[in-house]
């Protein structure tokens, strides 16, 4: 599975690997890496199967996810790095860390739990396939459409950086949504894995998420001991994007202790 990134940063510094959630992709983040990288540290950003610019594919189960992120830091020869995981993304870092104890040496959990979820986001998946591209000449008129669905202009905003112009100038998406509805179940699963993770996490929220990691707390625990807990107020699931300057104050200072 050939997984596309962006790379910031110096070659002789801590690795970073930066994972997106659902629906997201390496562009979502760069902000956030860029600034990561001006504080010295060597930034990955990756795109998952099935979105992006990666690969696409049938499978889309967190055991697949975290083996497509393994064997990409083996290829890259990247060692011993700080995993940053958001929702979907967070869920396949926690899935890599339980499977291969010691692999990673930090881990960044933002606004998600080991825990299964009622699988809402099908119904965003089903609206954005619905959509006949064809019959839209412009990214207002799919705006517009969107709108009938979802209220909110900042989360229309994101699903339609999803939306690209092939060379004939028509619209499609550049995620797989066929197979992300076919695997809504296995997203909105976290799967058993035996043992306790020996990596010190730190799980970062939203006090006004939906995910309510809070609720969780003990949960958490059960399978990663070492960790630690952050709330941001005053946002809800996309903390880096509503309070980037937060958001980096408190990684940073994770990822930079003994």
């Known amino acids: 599975m050939r997984l596309e990134f962006s790379h910031f ?21 760069f902000g ?11 930034v990955w950003l990756v795109d998952l199967r099935n979105h992006g610019e990666s690969e696409w594919s049938d499978k889309h189960t967190y055991f697949d996810l975290a083996e497509d992120v393994k064997k990409f830091l083996e290829e890259h020869a990247i060692r011993r790095s700080f995993l940053i995981g958001h929702s979907m ?29 009622p699988p809402n986001f099908e119904n965003y998946l089903k609206a954005l396939s619905s959509l006949d591209l064809g019959r839209f000449n412009t990214r207002s008129e799919i705006d517009i459409k969107l709108s009938e669905y979802f209220e909110e202009v900042s ?27 076919a695997n809504a179940v296995a997203i909105s699963d976290f799967p ?9 996490a730190l799980f970062l929220y939203g006090d006004l998420s939906e995910y309510g990691v809070t609720k969780h707390k003990d949960t958490i625990k059960e399978s990663f001991p070492l960790s630690e807990f952050a709330p941001v107020a005053k946002t809800g699931h996309w903390v880096h ?10 990684v940073t200072k994770f990822l930079k202790s003994d």
């Open 9 to 29: 940063g110096e070659g002789n510094a801590r690795n970073v690997v930066i994972l997106h959630g659902l629906l997201g992709s390496k562009r979502n983040w």
């Open 32 to 42: 956030i890496g860029k600034s990561l990288s001006d504080l010295g540290f060597n």
């Open 89 to 117: 993304g967070g869920k396949t870092a926690m899935v890599l860390d339980k499977l291969y104890q010691g692999f990673i040496s930090k881990l960044v959990v933002v606004d998600i739990a080991p825990v299964t979820y």
């Open 155 to 181: 989360f229309r905003s994101f699903l339609m950086q999803n939306l690209k112009l092939d060379s004939k100038k028509n619209f499609y998406w550049r995620v797989n949504l066929e197979s992300l509805i």
């Open 192 to 200: 058993v894995i035996n043992g306790v993770s020996n990596t010190e």
């Open 241 to 250: 994007v509503e309070q980037p300057i937060k958001f980096l104050e408190i």
